[in-house]
């Protein structure tokens, strides 16, 4: 809009200003009234310009400033008003115009020059000036509301964090409880885990593949507290590894599946597919539910509905349903290359 602002002020200046000023015999006043032309002149020019820089954006404030812009108004018709009433030729007499006259003063053909080059000039600079306001405060808006997503967006995250840290470490408690041979596999994956999560944590993006590692790497250490009732299965396929997605969003869906589909004495099975292909990137998660586990919406998945909305408006699809004992997720992300 800055450029656009430009070029219609040098079309006005170069083009719509002398065009307008010619309807008038200026040539005839120049050759006789030269100063009076070339002041007006610049008076037209300056206030075209104030309007623009100073007038208007001083309208939109308020206060002090606001009042400001109202007394350049007056002062500009003040100034106008000064330079149409300066005497530059006494008319001659008209025997017809005598009782006119009396009522009405006479308007010289100069001062209706200049009276209506003011008036184009204001309409014209606070036409292009509310035009450059309105789009410079729709900008300062989108920033602010772009700032406060992003301050969202972290709060999402500081959320999520300590909800995967905590789940975590209590299967790890129980993996040692029980000294299982698994506990130190599991320690190092947990240690790495945690490695991802300080790496990515100051991140607003990182490469997909790093976070469907981190998913592997996941659901290999739930796994290992798992029984032998509950089976896992996860895919993975990921034809474009220089795509990146929002750290922490994916897994949650994948940690919702173990939370709430296990059980230690009742069979189940986890399904968890990870597809990318052509920058669409598609999430599939299936798990039992169980009478009492409930899943529910809780709050790991409604922070993700909001970073989607936030991160991804209009290029996202996240489906969950319950079917046949099921819990369903789909979620569909249309990425950026």
């Known amino acids: 809009m800055k450029n656009v602002a430009t070029y219609i002020d040098l079309a006005f200046c170069l083009a719509v200003l002398p065009v307008m000023a010619l309807i008038f015999p200026i040539e005839r006043w120049f050759h006789n009234f030269q100063w009076y032309v070339i002041s007006v002149g610049i008076w037209l020019y300056a206030l075209y310009f104030i309007n623009r820089l100073l007038t208007v954006p001083c309208l939109f404030a308020t206060g002090r400033r606001k009042a400001t812009g109202i007394i350049l108004i007056i002062l500009s018709l003040v100034i106008t008003a000064s330079l149409s009433r300066i005497t530059l030729y006494i008319p001659k007499p008209n025997v017809l115009d005598v009782g006119i006259a009396r009522v009405l003063p006479v308007v010289l053909p100069y001062q209706q020059a200049v009276w209506s080059l003011f008036m184009i000039v204001e309409a ?33 995250k500081a959320q999520i964090k300590p909800h995967f840290m905590f789940n975590t470490l209590n299967s790890l408690y129980g ?40 998913i592997r790497q996941f659901v290999e250490i739930q796994s290992l507290r798992l029984s032998h009732t509950t089976k896992v299965s996860l895919t993975v396929e990921i034809a474009d ?75 996202h699809e996240l489906s969950i349903r319950e079917e046949n004992d099921k819990y369903l997720v789909n979620l569909i992300i249309q990425l950026e290359k």
């Open 124 to 156: 014209f600079s606070f036409a292009v000036g509310l035009l450059t306001e309105a789009a410079r405060q729709r900008t300062s808006r989108r920033a602010v509301e772009a700032e406060r997503d992003r301050a969202e967006i972290e709060l999402y």
């Open 175 to 214: 993996l040692f409880l029980t000294q299982s041979p698994n506990a130190l596999p599991s320690l190092e994956k947990f240690i790495s885990m945690m490695r991802h999560i300080h790496t990515s944590s100051h991140c607003d993006f990182i490469p997909l593949a790093a976070e469907a590692e981190y």
């Open 241 to 315: 590894e220089g795509l990146s997605v929002p750290p922490m969003l994916l897994v949650t869906f994948v940690e919702n599946c173990f939370k709430h589909g296990v059980s230690p004495v009742e069979p189940s099975t986890i399904s968890i597919s990870l597809i990318e292909r052509s920058a669409v990137l598609e999430l599939k998660t299936s798990n039992r539910i169980f009478p009492v586990k409930r899943i529910g919406e809780h709050m790991g998945i409604e922070n993700c509905r909001r970073r989607l909305r936030l991160l991804y408006p209009g290029r």
